[in-house]
C-alpha cells in the first residue's frame, strides 16, 4: 500500500488545498493530510478547527485520512510509512521554499521524496492569507473554500476583528 503525506497548516483549508489532495489521491493508496501546527505561523483557527475544515472539505475523497500532528515531518514521514509528501505549487518562489524544506528534510532522512504538484490554472491565486483578507473585510470567500466550510470561515474571521 502506498501511502503519500499531504502536510500544512491548513489556516484555512482552501479549495486549492483540496484540488492538490484529491489529485493526490488519485495517485496512490492512501493519503494521508497532516494539519501541523507551523512555530512560524499565529493561525486564526484552532488546529481542531483545521482539523475539523479539512475533513469536510475532503469527505466523500476515497483514501483519505485528516489527522493533526505536531513535531518533526521526518518524523511524521517514519510514523505513517510515506513513500512520498505532496506539495502545492502555485508560483515559481514556492519551488524555491519547497526545495530548500526537501533538502533539509532528506539531510534528517535519506528515503525523504517529495512530489510537487503544480496547481491547476483557476487555483493558483488562491491562498489562505487571501482567504482571511476577504474574509476580514466581508468578502465572498465561496469561490476560495468549499461551500460547507465558507460561513464558518467568514464568520471566525469576522469575530477575530471585534
Known sequence: MKTFLFPGSFDPFSLGHRDIAKRAADLCDRLVVAVLN???KS?????Q??????????SGVPGVE?????????????????????????????????????????????DYEVILLPSSAD????????IKEVAFFGGDVSKM??????????????????
Request: proline share 3%; with cysteine; charged share 25%.
Open 66 to 110: 485528516v489527522i493533526s500532528y505536531v513535531g518533526l515531518l521526518v518524523d511524521l514521514y517514519r510514523n505513517v510509512d510515506a513513500a512520498a509528501v505532496v506539495r502545492g505549487l502555485r508560483a515559481e518562489s514556492d519551488f524555491r521554499i519547497e526545495a530548500e524544506m526537501a533538502a533539509a528534510n532528506k539531510l534528517l532522512n535519506p
Open 38 to 40: 507551523n512555530r512560524g
Open 145 to 162: 473554500v468549499c461551500p460547507q466550510i465558507a460561513e464558518f470561515v467568514k464568520a471566525k474571521i469576522s469575530e477575530r476583528k471585534a
Open 123 to 130: 487555483m493558483v491565486f488562491i491562498s489562505s492569507s487571501t
Open 49 to 58: 478547527e483545521r482539523v475539523e475544515m479539512a475533513n469536510q472539505s475532503l
Open 43 to 47: 493561525p486564526v483557527f484552532s488546529l
